[in-house]
């Protein structure tokens, strides 16, 4: 599998609940995501896999359970705590900026690391002109890391669909996270551009040590990729363990052939 | 004309380098843009960084004479890793870096590579994909670490870690690099190139550094090149113009060399540094053409009216001002104006702004596009070369250009036409001999020295300058005995802007017929604008408005044809537009983008088979090979169309001047 070292747990998720109403989202979920490992989450439509992202990175509040970050542990997280405290995500649907450029979205990404005031930006000198520098720095590393010179002054609205998913991944690289979750990094791309970004999130993954947590639902990336699988179907935990076993797992060749649903 | 060009004791790249760190060691050598921002390395800079480069690779084993495959886009590493290579006596051979494994295969173990200098992961992939297959290749150098550490053989080297070792060496053997300099001679092999190959294998080209040296420097003293030179590298480092325009002429000159960014980023790094003297083969010039023209009918109608306004005048004036042709002060006022409002900001944006030279060479230009550079200032002129003598044969003298010729010999070049109409010369830059291949050396150049070019052609009667129709083996004829150019049928339909590529059949034939590739930019435009819908190339390439608009464009051609008594029955009957566009991984085109038409032939029998038939519509299935080196299958409906035949003139063209 991959060559990266894995450490011990970075995220604990445990027992966690969220309804929407009637609705039962996520069921008794718990598992754990571990410092440089690549954590998949799989499952049918619906089966909450977004959710279960939104839960960590404290868009979504779980009515039970709780989560533990980095020995930290809490009910709830806002999402600007979750981000300062170095979980970065990109997005199923893409949500960049469109109208500004490719550098300027990465750029937003570094604003967590910016600590000078808008009165010193404004004007642009002293420390917060320094401090642009280095931030620049970081992002035309960032560009130069997922090969997008090319568009670095181009706005992102009038790119290609792959481009702009790569663009967000670089946002979300921006902010160097300890904890980055992709939410279906590779739908909708053609079989090349998965490729590239197979190989970004490896390369992530590898040079920076970032932990990754990953839905997909491209079922051979996902084994080639991750070092743990955990399937979700209809907000209930399926199967947890590497992806041979749960390749193997019958509960979720069932869910997936639509045995017990009538959903694929 | 400049004293130092006349020393005759730099007959080598390392003593040309010394050279110049005497000369000018503080004025910049090589530049790239990092992070965004353009890094220099003055000629100082990039000495130190070629002698610790030279030093790695002899305490890694590289020894006079043996072979270093050089890997990768244009970076300044990899052309330092030539002179590091050429101080120790060692041989470079830059192979095109989009090949893929196993035409590399070939290279390497033909060419007796021991050490290979990549550039990045995706050819170290390569190149231990294909070690297995190349015995003599013991070294693997890479330039990017990236993705590359977990790779631990340890025939692989990190360029930086060569480097280091090169910097201990150099230490504790003070005086090698200067031994193995000065040991260097002009009649040793400064480099092999491989020819693209539009027959069988490719060949290694052997060039002695005097062959490469001198022509580079007649070739800077006919157009009066200085150190002051802006030059961007972006052509492949294997091609002989990119190793004489980027690396031969800067070393002999002492200008500076710049390589982009990203392969992906070439137009807005040629903006930025603005080159003075530019190479580039037709179909960029034809690119950007379609880009400005595509951009200017989505512009505002004021802004159209302005371009096509000063354009007729640049059209009018704009070569006679160039030429240095007397026009009306009214005509010159005017194009003046133009300059400041289309001209200039049109070249800006193009990179052309300082550009006082500018190349093309290796297929035809068409004139409406050639007209279209040089009417804006540029002095664009086409020569004629070839691999085997370092590129310079023809050269088009400043004011007397044409877009039909090639110009008169180089600098030091004699040429003569053979009985069967074949192109030969002789010049100081001929080639010493195919690397291990006496029979094509003999069969290629005389025991005088006179080399085949394999194209046939005349010199103009008018001006004396060469004219080309062909090559020679495809100059062919028809059943009725007419004389059959298919090369100079296609260059007439790759003039429209709407055929990317054509191949054109008759050779023993009753008649001529044609391949169409259209070009998606410009028909899908084109539909675009006529609020025609379609999916892909493929759906617009087979719908009839297309056909008829590819048809108009050979009925052109024909009626074109038809004026000319010897080639008039050539005139093209019959065409079919391809399901896809030909392409170098499937082997229709070169790497240089060559249509190999015999291959092509091949490959769609049926589709010329059909041709040659009454069918209007053909059923095809085509094997398809994406970039990662699988493959696909493509089936396609095909339809065939008529064109329209024009009686020929009688009256000869000579005649009727």
Redesign the interface.
Known sequence: MNEHSIGGEILKVENISLSFGIMKVLDDISFDIKQGEIRSIIGPNGAGKSSMLNVINGFYHPQEGSITFKGETRKQMAPHVAASHGIARTFQNIALFKGMSTLDNIMTGRNLKMKTNLFWQALHIGPARAEELENREAAEKIIDFLDIQAIRKKPVGKLPYGLQKRVELGRALAAEPELLLLDEPMAGMNSEEKEDMCRFVLDVNAEFGTTIALIEHDMSVVMDLSDRVLVLDYGKQLADGLPDKVRNNQDVIDAYLGIPHEQA | MDQKYQETTLDTFPKLLQSHVKLRPGEDANRE????IWQSWSWADAAIEIRALACGLADLGLKRGEKLAIIGDNRPRLYWSMTAAQALGAVPVPLYQDAVADEMAYVLDNADVKFALVEDQEQVDKMLEIRDRCPTLEHIIFDDT??L??YEQDFLHDYEKIQQAGAEFDHDHPDFYEQEVAAGSGNEISIMLYTSGTTGHPKGVMLSNDNVIITARNGIIREGLTSKEEVLAYLPMAWVGDNLFSYAQSYVAGFCVSCP??A??IA?DLREIGPTYYFAPPRVYENMLTQVMIRMEDAAKIKRYIFSYFMEHARKVGVKILNREPVSLKDSLLYKLGNILVYGPLKDVLGLRRTRLAYTAGEAIGPEIFDFYRSLGINIKQLYGQTECMVFICVQPDGEVFADTVGTPAIDVEIKIDDNGEIMYRSPGVFQSYYKNPESTASTKTEDGWVHTGDAGYFDDNNGHLKIIDRAKDVGKLNDGTLFAPKYIENKLKFFSFVKEAVVYGNERDFSTAFINIDLDAVGNWAERRNMAYSGYIDLAGQDEVYQLIKDCIDKVNQDLSQDSRLGNSQIRRFLILHKELDADDGELTRTRKVRRNFVGDRYEILVDALYSDRSQCHVETQVT???GRTGMLEADIKIWDAAIYPVNSMTRDAAA
Do not use: V
């Not at chain 2, 843009?33 to 965004?36: F, I, M, N, Q, V």
């Open positions: 843009k990092a992070l965004g990236r993705g550490r977990h960014e990203d992906t980023t807005s994406f970039e990662d």
